[in-house]
Antibody, heavy 122, light 108 residues
Framework: QVTLRESGPALVKPTQTLTLTCTFS??????????VSWVRQPPGKALEWLAL???????YYSTSLKTRLTISKDTSKNQVVLTMTNMDPVDTATYYC??????????????WGQGTLVTVSS | AIRMTQSPSSFSASTGDRVTITCRAS??????LAWYQQKPGKAPKLLIY???TLQSGVPSRFSGSGSGTDFTLTISCLQSEDFATYYC??????????FGPGTKVDIK
């Protein structure tokens, strides 16, 4: 059974750095084709892809946010960590981690965590 | 970057209705498109991938079609549990994924 769970602070101050952890089970991020991504959703708005890390430790970032994002993995702990620097109130959103099992060019998110709401406010 | 649009942005429907949601890509994406359903306070749920392949466990009243730039999600007979927001997502430009703005389906 595949599960993912996000954890991190519910409230951060402007200019601070946000660190979120995705803890997953039911798969290994060392398996060929396996990827974990972060996606966020501001209240009442659409989904926005942020970052992806794959089984080979390749890392990819949203073009608009890449200077502020860092994604990493700890395969032994089944965790993926996202850091976002210089937080602003516009970064207030629910942050999701999601799995991709890449096969034959198919890169869709088949499992999602329940999300964690992060509010940026002083 | 590939932009995704959806229409309509929202509409009201009744249980039993046949509903169709349209998604358009700003450039051709072959069939590299997924559809998700999201209910309030919940994570998105994968419904369809590769434009028309039903994810395991998803009811057969959901179907998808299209390729290139124009895609549709159809619910053949709307059920009460289908009232939600639906998003399309392209993965042609992997790993630079983009989602559509969403279509909210509510009760008439």
């Amino acid at each position: 059974q595949v599960t993912l769970r996000e954890s991190g602070p519910a409230l951060v101050k402007p200019t601070q750095t946000l660190t979120l952890t995705c803890t997953f089970s039911g798969f290994s991020l060392s398996t060929s084709g396996m990827c974990v991504s972060w996606v966020r959703q501001p209240p009442g708005k659409a989904l926005e892809w942020l970052a992806l890390i794959d089984w080979d430790d390749d890392k990819y970032y949203s073009t608009s946010l890449k200077t502020r994002l860092t994604i990493s993995k700890d395969t032994s702990k089944n965790q993926v960590v996202l850091t976002m620097t210089n937080m602003d109130p516009v970064d207030t959103a629910t942050y999701y981690c999601a799995r991709i099992l890449a096969a034959a060019g198919e890169y869709y998110f088949d499992y999602w965590g329940q999300g964690t709401l992060v509010t940026v406010s002083s | 970057a590939i932009r995704m649009t959806q229409s309509p942005s929202s509409f009201s429907a009744s249980t039993g209705d046949r509903v169709t949601i349209t998604c358009r890509a700003s450039q051709g994406i072959s069939s590299y498109l997924a559809w998700y359903q999201q209910k309030p306070g919940k994570a998105p749920k994968l419904l369809i991938y590769a434009a028309s392949t039903l994810q395991s466990g998803v009811p057969s009243r959901f179907s998808g079609s299209g390729s290139g730039t124009d895609f549709t999600l159809t619910i053949s007979c709307l059920q009460s549990e289908d009232f939600a927001t639906y998003y399309c997502q392209q993965y042609y430009s992997y790993p630079l994924f983009t989602f559509g703005p969403g279509t909210k389906v509510d009760i008439k």
